[in-house]
């Protein structure tokens, strides 16, 4: 860990501050825009102002409108006056001037600005620090280019809160740091510990794999020592980080009767990924991501993990593997589910007695283990992050444009594949078994081949998908991911999550690069929707049930959830009672419909 308190803020300079408040002020207005939070009044064509809420200040910018009411903004262009005088951007300043507009309250503002003032922080880090340029990045390996991200969830502002990292923790756990990590391992009492585990795995078989028999020695024996005897223990892994601050301190009663025994470091090295809790090893990629409980507050939740809800997470991953190897057309696709194969919990009965089911507290101290996608990866292919699209770098040129020029197709047919591998199984597991997915960048991993995607993987399943039918038939252990959805709504889980929350940027950046122009970037969807409503006919009635092809939809507002409650937005339990909708959007697929031919008389 670094020592030298100075050398952990030279990013921290007037320039990189300024220009990190512009980007984001660019994409505050944006967004906002969008949710329909602010209202810019064009003066003359393409020339916009946002006023504050005392009506003294005013934002100007150069904007272009493309589609779902997509703002595309020249951060360079924007200006900011105050009773008629110029002033400099001061992007809180900017959160204090329309704190009613976005109807932050006393109680949220001080904590919504403190996670504007990190994520402020980590984009004057990246600016110092991630250079690449996206031709180089086009051709990196996976975990360069899961460092190499520098934007985050492309909808939320705060995007990059990670509250409880001092600023040596932020170098040592960011992702965009990608720093050498090693996790912390406990020997966990099995009367307070839950393991559960996919059929072929157990918990000898696991850590065995995991530490090595000369690890696994050294840690029995440390047990030994203390008078415990081993097999009355699992073992588990901990983030570096939630030891210190948390299980040290706050679970120091479990440690005091050997409840809980600190064993040590691991001898591997993991990185963190755009997740930030979850570690890929990098030691050893063939082994298992390990996912970790970490209480920091990172884009609307404290980032814990339920030991409760972890139980049920190996036979969910199970079922939906089955699903797909099941599943002819979910095969042809080449789609596939890297499963969380074991989860570990443990409890602290004084905690669980004392706080309800969305506390932080019982979600202290759990972990998974899910596979690695790696050894599975055929010859001549590579993997990245399906996030990586929606990247450019700071000349604004376009990671997915670079793929496409190195692919040497044509844009359009370029997407015809990446729509396939990523889209089609989407379209399927919805249509067919009422399945979704929460299926943003950061959950997607690509295979590439020759810089052309060939499927696609999903990840993060236990906690990311649900299934809408309530009257399905789920395996007693899979009953939890049901949810009870009103039947207008469950079509903006395709609407919202994939063309609203990452078609509308990658359209835009396409376009924006000269790669493919915006109206064939939704042709091309189009296409790829019609192409699967052709390849399955039994499911007729589902695809006039749930157009795609409606002229408009809900407009859901994922800003307004964080606006609202920044510490718990979303009820996990029930996520959709927490939908805010302010309108519909135009859809852009709805041109493409195809005119019903006239019944005969």
């Given amino acids: 860990m670094s020592t030298d308190h100075q050398q952990t803020v030279p990013h921290l300079t007037p320039e990189l501050w300024d220009r990190a408040g512009r980007l984001l002020i660019r994409k505050a ?115 360069t280019v899961e460092a190499g991200m520098t934007e985050g969830h492309p909808c939320f502002v705060a995007n990059n809160g990670r509250l409880g990292f001092g600023s040596h923790e932020y170098l040592d756990y960011a992702p965009e740091a990608a720093s050498p990590v090693r996790l912390v391992w406990l020997a966990a009492r099995r009367d307070r510990a839950t393991f559960t585990s996919s059929h072929d795995l157990d918990h000898r078989t696991l850590i065995t794999e995991e530490l090595g028999p000369d690890l696994l020695r050294r840690f029995r024996d440390r047990l030994t020592a203390l008078g415990l005897d081993p097999e009355d223990y699992l073992l588990m892994p901990v983030h570096p980080w939630q030891w210190r601050h948390k299980i040290s301190v706050t679970f120091a009663a479990e440690l005091a009767h050997r409840r809980l025994v600190h064993l040590g470091e691991g001898d591997d090295t993991y990185q963190a990924q755009q997740s930030i809790r979850t570690f890929f090893n990098t030691s050893d990629p063939g082994k298992h991501y390990v996912k970790t409980a970490l209480s920091v507050l990172n884009m609307g939740f404290v980032r814990g993990l339920s030991a409760a809800y972890m139980k049920a997470t190996p036979a969910i991953n199970d079922w939906l593997a089955r699903l797909i190897a ?22 602290n009965r004084e905690y669980a007695a004392a706080a309800d089911k969305s506390s932080p507290y ?110 399905a038939v789920l395996p007693p252990e899979v009953e939890r991911i049901r949810a009870d959805v009103p039947d207008e709504m469950k079509l903006l889980s395709l609407f919202t999550d994939v063309f609203d929350c990452f078609f509308r940027f990658l359209g835009a950046t396409l376009d924006a690069e000269g790669t493919l122009p915006e109206d064939a970037f939704w042709a091309g969807v189009a296409e790829c929707v019609r192409d699967y409503q052709e390849s399955a006919p039994q499911f007729a009635a589902k695809f006039e049930q749930y157009d795609l092809f ?52």
């Fill in 326 to 347: 099941d599943d002819e057309l979910l095969r042809a696709t080449g789609v596939r589910v890297i499963r969380e194969r074991a989860a570990i919990g443990y409890e």
């Fill in 29 to 143: 207005l944006a967004e906002f825009a969008h949710e329909r939070l602010l209202h810019p009044a064009e003066e003359t064509a393409g020339h916009y102002v946002v006023t504050s809420d005392d009506g003294r200040s005013a934002y100007r910018f150069t904007a272009t409108r493309g589609a779902l009411d997509h703002w595309r903004i020249d951060p360079d262009s924007i200006t900011r006056e105050r009773d008629g005088s110029p002033l400099p951007l001061d992007a809180l300043d900017f959160f204090l001037e329309l704190r009613s507009s976005l109807g932050l309250t006393e109680e949220v503002l001080p904590v919504y600005l403190e996670e504007i003032s990190s994520t402020l922080a980590s984009t004057a880090y990246k600016l110092e620090h991630r250079r690449l340029t996206a031709a180089q990045l086009a051709e990196a390996d996976f975990q």
């Fill in 362 to 471: 019982p979600k202290m101290l759990a972990a998974l283990w899910r596979e690695s996608p790696v050894p599975a990866l055929a010859p001549g292919r590579r993997l990245v992050t399906m996030a990586s699209l929606l990247h450019t770098d700071q000349q604004g040129h376009s990671l997915a444009a670079a793929l496409i020029r190195s692919s040497g197709l044509e844009p359009a047919q370029w997407l015809r594949h990446y729509l396939r591998a990523y889209l089609t199984p989407l379209l399927h597991s919805f249509y067919a078994y009422d399945l979704v997915y929460m299926p943003h960048g950061e959950n997607i991993i690509l295979v590439l081949r020759d810089g052309v995607p060939e499927s696609a993987i999903l990840k993060d399943i236990a906690e990311e998908i649900a299934v809408l039918d309530p009257t």
């Fill in 550 to 601: 409606a002229a408009e939809f809900a407009r859901s507002c994922l800003n307004r959830l964080q606006l609202r409650d920044n510490t718990q937005m979303v009820d996990l339990q029930d996520p959709a009672s927490a939908i805010q909708i302010s309108g519909t959007l135009h859809n852009p697929l709805a041109v493409h419909a195809r005119t019903r031919e006239p019944s005969a008389t």
